[in-house]
C-alpha cells in the first residue's frame, strides 16, 4: 500500500520562481493537509481540505495556493517562491471523522535560494 | 505563541530503561491529545492519543498519562529498544485534526 505520496521529494528554486508539490492518497480519506516543518517550529498546518470540492486555510497560508483536484490528490502551489519558504514540507490525510490520525507521506524538501 | 510545548529538544535513554517525554499546553479547550513519531527522512506517523476524559492510556510499551490540571502529558516508553530513537511529537486538538497544534518535538535516543 502506497499510503500518502508526495512528489518531489527535493528541490531547488530560486526567489521569484513558482512551482507545485503534488500529493496523493489512496485510502481513500476525506480530509488532506499540507503542514511545514521548520526547525523549532513544530509542525504548522498551511492549508488543509475537509473534503472534496473544499479548502481552508490553516495558520500560515500566506505565499501558498492550494487545489483539491479530486478526492485522491491535493496539490501546493508557490506562485513566487520566497528563501522564507525553504523548509519540509508535508502532505497528510485523515478520514475527516476523527480527532487527529493523520496520515503522512514521506515529505518534500525544498530549498529557495 | 506556542500552545503546545516540548521544552526538551533531546533526551538519551540506555536501552531496557523507562523513557518519559514531556508536553506541556496553554490551551484549556483542547479535548483530545496525540503522540506521533518520526523517523528521518519519514513522516510522522501516529503513535498514541488520550481524550481529555481519561487520564491515562496504554498500548503495549507505550502509556500517555494526561493531567488536565497542571496542562501536563507525558509519554512513558517501557521498556526502551534502540528502534524507538525518534523525534517525539506532541499535539493537541479541540476536536478535529483540523486543527491539530503541534509541539516542537523532542529526539529520543536510546542507547545499547
Known amino acids: 500500500n502506497a499510503g500518502v505520496t508526495q512528489t518531489p521529494k527535493f528541490q531547488v528554486l530560486k526567489t521569484g520562481q513558482s512551482m507545485t508539490l503534488q500529493c496523493a492518497q489512496d485510502?481513500?480519506?476525506?480530509?488532506m493537509y499540507w503542514y511545514r516543518q521548520d526547525p523549532g517550529m513544530g509542525l504548522r498546518l498551511i492549508y488543509y481540505s475537509a473534503s472534496e470540492g473544499t479548502t481552508d486555510k490553516g495558520e500560515v497560508p500566506n505565499g501558498y495556493n492550494v487545489s483539491r483536484l479530486n478526492k485522491r490528490e491535493f496539490s501546493l502551489r508557490l506562485e513566487s517562491a520566497a528563501p522564507s519558504q525553504t523548509s519540509v514540507y508535508f502532505c497528510?490525510?485523515?478520514?475527516?471523522?476523527?480527532?487527529?490520525?493523520?496520515?503522512f507521506g514521506e515529505g518534500s524538501r525544498l530549498t529557495v535560494l | 505563541d506556542q500552545q503546545v510545548k516540548q521544552n526538551s529538544p533531546s533526551l538519551s535513554v540506555q536501552e531496557g530503561r523507562i523513557s518519559i517525554l514531556n508536553c506541556d499546553y496553554t490551551?484549556?479547550?483542547?479535548?483530545?491529545f496525540l503522540w506521533y513519531k518520526k523517523y528521518p527522512a519519514e513522516g510522522p506517523t501516529f503513535l498514541i492519543s488520550i481524550s481529555s476524559i481519561k487520564d491515562k492510556n496504554e498500548d503495549g510499551r507505550f502509556t500517555v498519562f494526561l493531567n488536565k490540571s497542571a496542562k501536563h502529558l507525558s509519554l512513558h516508553i517501557v521498556p526502551s529498544q534502540p528502534g524507538d530513537s525518534a523525534v517525539y511529537f506532541c499535539a493537541a486538538t479541540t476536536g478535529t485534526a483540523s486543527k491539530l497544534t503541534f509541539g516542537t518535538g523532542t529526539r529520543l535516543q536510546v542507547t545499547l
Open positions: 490551551n484549556s479547550m483542547f479535548d483530545y
Open positions: 497528510a490525510s485523515s478520514w475527516g471523522r476523527d480527532t487527529g490520525e493523520l496520515f
Open positions: 485510502m481513500n480519506h476525506n480530509s
